[in-house]
């Protein structure tokens, strides 16, 4: 086990709460295993450490109504949730990388406030959830990653491999961890310490204040291990190397870097005008303490010689501790997150009564073949069955017990919700401003688009225009050898009539709309309309019929990408954009490739 990892469990297991938590990233090997037995170890037997599987429900995690309480009873009786039950303990997330992220912003509400507000199922309780957290992250790719907004608020961010690791033993006991428990809240950190972690967090790119709060809280409870009331430089050094070098964004600059460009030598102070007086020297400070340089003419607001040199020490530190090639993958990372949007790659989401995937349960009778949702309607009814039975007929109070009264206003019924198929509409720009600059790019675009769209079952439509009309070269298809002869004839040359472009797509969207599924407008022009919705030629008609065409197709509710492909970004092209509602993207040096990488990305094609 590496000894850092081991550090952190000591760390973390001092101050489970106030530091939050460890994002452990590892695949399930024995690696991981042997750390979380660590961390058992080190943990009191009186701290609770509890498991929480990925589809844990809020009920579960949060608290909630105790249905057959409730109904035994005849009155609302709470349900402890999860986050309750490990108070002053650790909870362990499973695949963590997979949850939601409503979830991830509920637990990060309890990480910050230390408390579970249940406010639910006629339930106000306010019950104490002091608790840290591992995450464990069993992420393959860059782009399966836990949560920024839960990630943020644990202090450690450890990765491990599968690769068993030599076992080293503990570098703390169980008692020296418990007796550090009841010291860290006598240990004291100065200003100058925490202005040098500071300092070690912003020469790293972390913009998080969150990292330096931890960091300080990890150089406590490393005093508290070590047994001092007093953070010293080596405490300091153990918690910028634990907590932010793994968060670091970039490299510090070099001293090259940092040192100024020296005067040059010619350079001679401005001369002072014939008419103007001299200035009158600077008068002296009354007060001491309003002194604005020192003696050694050092601004009075820099930091002193000592906590400078601890600052660059720490900083230091943390460089050493950051691993080889985190860096990169972090910047590939987030392109990847910044790419794909939150709904993946599926059409959007369509309500649906009968079919699809439950998303909970609304108030309403099951008619037309809706499913009733048999647990959210008894919950309703449970608060309720004490007054319903006292205003029973004695004669229905004498029958069989228990009894729950249900009523209509009870009644919920299960929703679905169906994601729709997504087809692609690529409306190409063959007129003769465009054939000879971008027309073969489109074309390798279109197809390795199609070959993507192929694997996840969707479609894609392409609508050329050229000379005085827009037709639809390619219906919505699937098929990929179909696409590849359609478009190697796509001849080019002739006018522009954009405006009838525009509407051409605007129809073809609202027809795949109407059959259920989620359509997409990928326009690429140079934005040079010169013919107009008559068939006339002119370049001031034109460009009016093009943007009132684009008001109408940003009217029906279409997400459009329009692609500038002339040689340099046009102005009319970003008109264009902004009128139809549109992405505006400009390539003016991109491939076949790079077209298809910047659509999947906007149009989220990931």
Same mark, same amino acid.
């Given at each position: 086990?590496?000894?850092?990892?081991?550090?952190?469990?000591?760390?973390?297991?001092?101050?489970?709460?106030?530091?939050?938590?460890?994002?452990?990233?590892?695949?399930?090997?024995?690696?991981?295993?042997?750390?979380?037995?660590?961390?058992?170890?080190?943990?009191?037997?009186?701290?609770?450490?509890?498991?929480? #599987?990925?589809?844990?429900?809020?009920?579960?995690?949060?608290?909630?109504?105790?249905?057959?309480?409730?109904?035994?009873?005849?009155?609302?009786?709470?349900?402890?949730?999860?986050?309750?039950?490990?108070?002053?303990?650790?909870?362990?997330?499973?695949?963590?990388?997979?949850?939601?992220?409503?979830?991830?912003?509920?637990?990060?509400?309890?990480?910050?406030?230390?408390?579970?507000?249940?406010?639910? %199922?006629?339930?106000?309780?306010?019950?104490?959830?002091?608790?840290?957290?591992?995450?464990?992250?069993?992420?393959?790719?860059?782009?399966?990653?836990?949560?920024?907004?839960?990630? &943020?608020?644990?202090?450690?961010?450890?990765?491990?491999?599968?690769?068993?690791?030599?076992?080293?033993?503990?570098?703390?006991?169980?008692?020296?961890?418990?007796?550090?428990?009841?010291?860290?809240?006598?240990?004291?950190?100065?200003?100058?310490?925490?202005?040098?972690?500071?300092?070690?967090?912003?020469? +790293?790119?972390?913009?998080?204040?969150?990292?330096?709060?931890?960091?300080?809280?990890?150089?406590?409870?490393?005093?508290?291990?070590?047994?001092?009331?007093?953070?010293?430089?080596?405490?300091?050094?153990?918690?910028?190397?634990?907590?932010?070098?793994?968060?670091?964004?970039?490299?510090?600059?070099?001293?090259?870097?940092? =040192?100024?460009?020296?005067?040059?030598?010619?350079?001679?102070?401005?001369?002072?005008?014939?008419?103007?007086?001299?200035?009158?020297? #600077?008068?002296?400070?009354?007060?001491?303490?309003?002194?604005?340089?020192?003696?050694?003419?050092?601004?009075?607001?820099?930091?002193?010689?000592?906590?400078?040199?601890?600052?660059?020490?720490?900083?230091?530190?943390?460089?050493?501790?950051?691993?080889?090639?985190?860096?990169?993958?972090?910047?590939?990372?987030?392109?990847?997150?910044?790419?794909?949007?939150?709904?993946?790659?599926?059409?959007?989401?369509?309500?649906?009564?009968?079919?699809?995937?439950?998303?909970?349960?609304?108030?309403?009778?099951?008619?037309?073949?809706?499913?009733?949702?048999?647990?959210?309607?008894?919950?309703?009814?449970?608060?309720?069955?004490?007054?319903?039975?006292?205003?029973?007929?004695?004669?229905?109070?004498?029958?069989?017990?228990?009894?729950?009264?249900?009523?209509?206003? %009870?009644?919920?019924?299960?929703?679905?919700?169906?994601?729709?198929?997504?087809?692609?509409?690529?409306?190409?720009?063959?007129?003769?401003?465009?054939?000879?600059?971008?027309?073969?790019?489109?074309?390798?675009?279109? =197809?390795? +688009?199609?070959?993507?769209?192929?694997?996840?079952?969707?479609?894609?439509?392409?609508?050329?225009?050229?000379?005085?009309?827009?037709?639809?070269?390619? #219906?919505?298809?699937?098929?990929?050898?179909?696409?590849?002869?359609?478009?190697?004839?796509?001849?080019?040359?002739?006018?522009?009539?954009?405006?009838?472009?525009?509407?051409?797509?605007?129809?073809?969207? &609202?027809?795949?709309?109407?059959?259920? =599924?989620?359509?997409?407008?990928?326009?690429?022009?140079?934005?040079?309309?010169?013919?107009?919705?008559?068939?006339?030629?002119?370049?001031?008609?034109?460009?009016?019929?093009?943007?009132?065409?684009?008001?109408?197709?940003?009217?029906?509710?279409?997400?459009?990408?329009?692609?500038?492909?002339?040689?340099?970004?046009?102005?009319?092209?970003?008109?264009?954009?902004?009128?139809?509602?549109?992405?505006?993207?400009?390539?003016?040096?991109?491939?076949?490739?790079?077209?298809?990488?910047?659509?999947?990305?906007?149009?989220?094609?990931?």
């Amino acid at each position: 086990m590496q000894g850092d990892a081991a550090t952190i469990a000591a760390l973390f297991a001092v101050d489970p709460a106030g530091l939050g938590g460890v994002a452990l990233r590892a695949p399930a090997c024995a690696a991981r295993d042997e750390w979380l037995s660590l961390l058992r170890t080190l943990l009191p037997a009186e701290s609770p450490l509890r498991r929480v #599987p990925l589809n844990t429900g809020d009920t579960a995690l949060l608290g909630g109504l105790d249905l057959g309480a409730t109904l035994q009873a005849g009155r609302p009786v709470a349900l402890q949730g999860l986050l309750a039950q490990a108070d002053g303990g650790v909870l362990v997330l499973a695949m963590a990388e997979r949850i939601t992220v409503g979830a991830a912003a509920r637990l990060g509400s309890v990480l910050d406030s230390g408390q579970v507000l249940l406010q639910r %199922d006629g339930l106000d309780r306010v019950l104490p959830a002091r608790v840290g957290m591992v995450a464990l992250d069993e992420g393959a790719d860059a782009d399966e990653q836990l949560p920024a907004s839960l990630a &943020e608020r644990l202090a450690f961010h450890l990765r491990m491999d599968r690769q068993a690791q030599d076992e080293e033993s503990p570098l703390w006991t169980a008692e020296e961890v418990l007796a550090a428990r009841q010291r860290i809240g006598q240990v004291q950190i100065t200003a100058e310490s925490v202005q040098a972690l500071c300092a070690a967090a912003m020469a +790293l790119g972390i913009d998080s204040l969150r990292a330096s709060l931890f960091a300080a809280r990890a150089a406590r409870a490393a005093a508290a291990l070590a047994g001092s009331d007093t953070v010293e430089e080596e405490h300091i050094a153990v918690a910028a190397r634990v907590v932010l070098a793994p968060r670091a964004t970039r490299l510090p600059p070099s001293p090259e870097q940092q =040192e100024p460009e020296p005067p040059q030598e010619d350079a001679s102070p401005p001369e002072p005008a014939e008419n103007s007086a001299p200035e009158p020297p #600077p008068e002296a400070p009354k007060d001491a303490h309003n002194n604005t340089k020192n003696e050694e003419g050092d601004d009075a607001d820099s930091p002193p010689p000592d906590a400078q040199e601890m600052a660059e020490r720490v900083l230091e530190a943390a460089q050493a501790a950051i691993p080889a090639g985190l860096l990169a993958s972090l910047k590939i990372g987030a392109l990847q997150r910044a790419k794909t949007p939150t709904s993946g790659s599926a059409g959007a989401a369509q309500k649906n009564a009968l079919r699809g995937r439950p998303v909970g349960a609304r108030k309403g009778e099951p008619r037309a073949g809706q499913r009733i949702h048999v647990l959210e309607t008894l919950r309703a009814a449970a608060p309720w069955q004490k007054l319903r039975r006292s205003t029973l007929a004695p004669a229905s109070a004498s029958l069989t017990a228990p009894r729950i009264v249900v009523r209509k206003e %009870d009644f919920h019924v299960t929703r679905f919700r169906q994601l729709g198929q997504t087809t692609t509409v690529f409306v190409v720009d063959a007129s003769g401003s465009s054939a000879l600059n971008r027309l073969a790019e489109a074309k390798g675009a279109v =197809e390795l +688009l199609l070959a993507d769209c192929y694997v996840r079952r969707d479609s894609v439509a392409v609508l050329t225009f050229r000379g005085k009309v827009a037709e639809v070269l390619l #219906p919505p298809t699937r098929s990929l050898a179909r696409a590849k002869r359609s478009l190697a004839g796509l001849p080019g040359g002739g006018g522009t009539p954009l405006a009838s472009a525009i509407d051409a797509a605007a129809a073809l969207a &609202e027809q795949i709309k109407r059959k259920g =599924e989620t359509p997409i407008v990928v326009l690429l022009t140079d934005g040079k309309a010169n013919i107009a919705r008559d068939g006339t030629a002119g370049r001031g008609p034109a460009a009016s019929d093009a943007l009132d065409a684009a008001s109408q197709l940003r009217s029906i509710g279409v997400s459009v990408l329009l692609v500038d492909t002339a040689p340099q970004p046009q102005s009319s092209a970003e008109q264009l954009a902004a009128a139809m509602g549109a992405q505006y993207l400009a390539l003016p040096y991109g491939g076949a490739q790079s077209l298809n990488e910047a659509v999947r990305a906007v149009a989220g094609r990931n």
